[in-house]
């Protein structure tokens, strides 16, 4: 078992999910799938995950008209690819969030200046696709006044079901209710405190806080619920706490803060005052069901990943990190390029085996 331990706080690899793939498949390993480019992910409860997947960024085969990669994707953390919708139904995605009255999925597009919302349920089988259909709602206009968007980003739900969005290019936040009404918003350009430089990821904790990460400026900002300026995370000076254009940020049960930083290929974590804990690096060892599907006419390349303590660097460390969600549970999943998701478990329990 691969651990990292600090203050008393234990995290351990567990796994990771998916590969680069637009399709899923039923074998031996169960029904599994994958992702390509997958910007972010909202855990669902009930071990539900919802990513969605930026795709190619154009039409990957002659024979479609869109790109089958790019859409959102149902699994479970055991793997079990539950389907996909909203099958190129994006231009540029970001941000993925669950609506806790009705479970409704919404998804950020920051080409389009648009949140759209979708049905949970709607799986739709590959290749299909009915990308003016299958919205529940869909909202959102291009522009810099109050209400209206430009390059929106991260996205999360508070405890009232009111939706914050990183509207990145106005160099603000916005809050929204479900059908897109708008309610309040904070934030301009600059580096000061409550400032933003093209702000990324959001998070919203249980008692209400608002975590925003200001990818320009290396830092995560914590508000109040209103935008009032409470605290930073990170630093720009070289120590342990530094970021580089963090993208991602999530909050567990004990108020510990995640966040991904993309520039130095790790997931940071701190303390709810601000000290820095540990770091997360990927730590894969093995290939997940959707590889192993991929190289089944080849279980010996299998064993030999398997059984390898140090596999290529491409396996066992981050790409580049970019979403991350943590669950009731305090398992934390993530986001990276190499399509594919990696999941952690926090353990207040273990105890450091004696030398």
Not at 68 to 90: M, V
Request: hydrophobic share 35%; net charge negative; charged share 25%.
């Amino acid at each position: 078992m691969i651990t990292t331990t600090a203050a008393g706080r234990t995290w351990h690899y567990s796994h990771n999910l998916g590969r680069q793939t637009a399709e899923h498949n039923q074998s031996k390993f169960g029904r599994t799938g994958g992702y390509c480019y997958p910007m972010d992910v909202a855990a669902a409860g009930n071990d539900i995950l919802f990513v969605i997947s930026r795709g190619w960024g154009y039409p990957k085969l002659e024979i479609r008209s869109y790109d089958a990669y790019l859409r959102i994707s149902k699994t479970t953390i055991d793997e079990d690819h539950i389907g996909d919708f909203a099958r190129g139904g994006f231009t540029w995605p970001v941000g993925i969030a669950i609506a806790k009255t009705d479970g409704s999925v919404f998804v950020s597009d920051e080409y389009e200046c648009a949140i759209s919302s979708f049905d949970p349920e709607g799986i739709m089988t590959f290749p299909t696709q009915d990308p003016d259909g299958e919205n529940l709602d869909r909202w959102g206009t291009k522009g810099s006044e109050p209400g209206m968007l430009n390059g929106p980003a991260g996205i999360a739900f508070d405890a009232n079901d009111d939706l914050y969005v990183v509207d990145s290019l106005n160099n603000r936040v916005q809050v929204f209710s479900k059908t897109g009404d708008f309610l309040r918003a904070w934030g301009s350009q600059g580096s000061s405190e409550g400032e933003f430089s093209r702000p990324w990821g959001i998070a919203i904790d249980c008692e209400g806080a608002v975590y925003v990460a200001d990818w320009g400026n290396n830092r995560v900002q914590k508000f109040g619920p209103d935008g009032e300026y409470l605290m930073t995370f990170g630093s720009q000076n070289g120590s342990p706490s530094s970021l580089s254009n963090p993208s991602g940020v999530a909050v567990d049960s004990d108020g510990d803060v995640y966040v991904t930083d993309w520039g130095n290929r790790r997931v940071q974590i701190y303390e709810p005052d601000g000290e820095v804990l540990a770091a997360l690096y990927g730590d894969m060892r093995e290939l997940s069901k959707a590889g192993q599907y991929a190289l089944d006419r080849d279980p010996e390349s299998i064993k030999r990943l398997n059984q390898n303590d140090a596999p290529t660097g491409y396996l066992n460390r981050f790409a580049r990190p970019v979403g991350i969600d943590i669950d009731d549970q305090d398992r934390i999943f993530v986001t990276d390029a190499l399509s594919r998701l990696v999941v952690y478990r926090k353990d207040r329990e273990y105890q450091e085996p004696p030398l």
